[in-house]
């Protein structure tokens, strides 16, 4: 469902301003000094592309239909993830009007390059996955996609090996699996080891660390890229945090507040090659981005979040 004008408003921030700039005010997030630098990239490993390790989500943040003032609003944001470095973008059949309105953001930007098009198929029938396919492709403005993947698992064989024959056209550049839910990973081991595919995408933070023991180790092993979705549980731990100290210690990797201190957390695994959080706000698009400009944690500072996150 179209979440209400009000509700989206008041995520935007949407003051009569103009700018790619033009949504007001901080909120309770800072920005770190590292706002004007680019974000690190990581190697696809089938290819070696390097795209930058934060990337964008677009999971009800811009389900807006047809509402100018919130289409613009979701623009703003789309063209600042591109001017501060960003590439990926993550959409969905499921997320209602999400891809359409980056099809509106990429027109009205002049179809930025090099924009990295992401989405899915989200169909429980086969013949369905074609046809929807198709129209993913009109509502992006786009003739080929750079990623296409199986949503949740849904029918996957079959679109999988439509996905392939897509990929073999040269309608598709990469082509993945994914899965939002802890119950189907054994399922999702399954299909990364016996599969050939260049992306998974999965559920990983501070605190759903479970992949770290089998899947993140075997995507290094299988040389498959690795998407992170919800690496704030939409919005759940940075609430749960927001009114801890942040640890002194996070000043040694550039992290200036809670929302930087856990995606860098996320990015920093060696494994993942992008991470997607979601938003309404531009001031919060520059901040992620800016979490992956600076030093990531190594394997001893990722121990010290995890403890000092633990301890909360």
């Known amino acids: ?73 979701s623009t703003k944001v789309i063209a600042a993830f591109f001017e501060n470095g960003g590439r990926l973008i993550d959409s969905s059949p499921m997320y209602g009007s999400s891809q359409a309105t980056i099809g509106h953001a990429l027109r009205k930007l002049g179809d930025p390059k090099p924009a990295f098009a992401a989405d899915k198929i989200w169909t429980s029938f086969a013949a369905e996955g074609a046809t929807q396919f198709d129209a993913t492709r ?8 750079d990623l296409m993947q199986v949503h949740n698992l849904l029918a996957w064989e079959a679109h999988l090996e439509m996905l392939t024959e897509k990929k073999s056209a040269g309608e598709i550049r990469y082509i993945g699996i994914t899965t939002s839910h802890g119950r189907r990973h054994r399922e999702l081991e399954a299909i990364m080891a016996g599969h050939d595919i260049d992306f ?44 801890k100290p942040l640890p002194a210690f996070a000043a040694e990797i550039g992290a200036g507040s809670w929302p930087q201190l856990l995606l860098k957390f996320i990015v920093s695994h060696p494994a993942v090659t992008c991470a997607i959080p979601a938003t309404t706000r531009v001031d919060h698009v520059k901040e992620n981005l800016a979490s992956a400009a600076g030093p990531l944690p190594d394997a001893g500072m990722r121990k010290r979040i995890a403890d000092y996150v633990g301890r909360l």
């Open 200 to 243: 998974v995408q999965l559920t990983y933070n501070v605190l759903d660390r479970e992949p770290e023991q089998r899947l993140l180790p075997l995507a290094r092993e299988r040389g498959i890229a690795v998407i992170v979705n919800r690496p704030y549980q939409r919005g759940d731990l940075i609430r749960r945090f927001s009114d």
């Open 138 to 145: 009109k509502l992006w403005g786009l003739d080929a996609m």
């Open 1 to 73: 469902m179209l979440l209400k004008r009000r509700t989206i408003l008041r995520g935007f921030g949407a003051a009569a301003v103009s700018g790619v700039a033009g949504i007001a005010g901080l909120g309770a997030r800072r920005l770190s000094a590292a706002t004007a630098a680019k974000p690190i990239s990581r190697p696809i490993p089938s290819t070696g592309e390097a795209v930058p390790v934060v990337g964008l989500g677009s999971w009800i943040t811009f389900n807006v239909g047809n509402d100018p003032v919130l289409l613009d609003a």
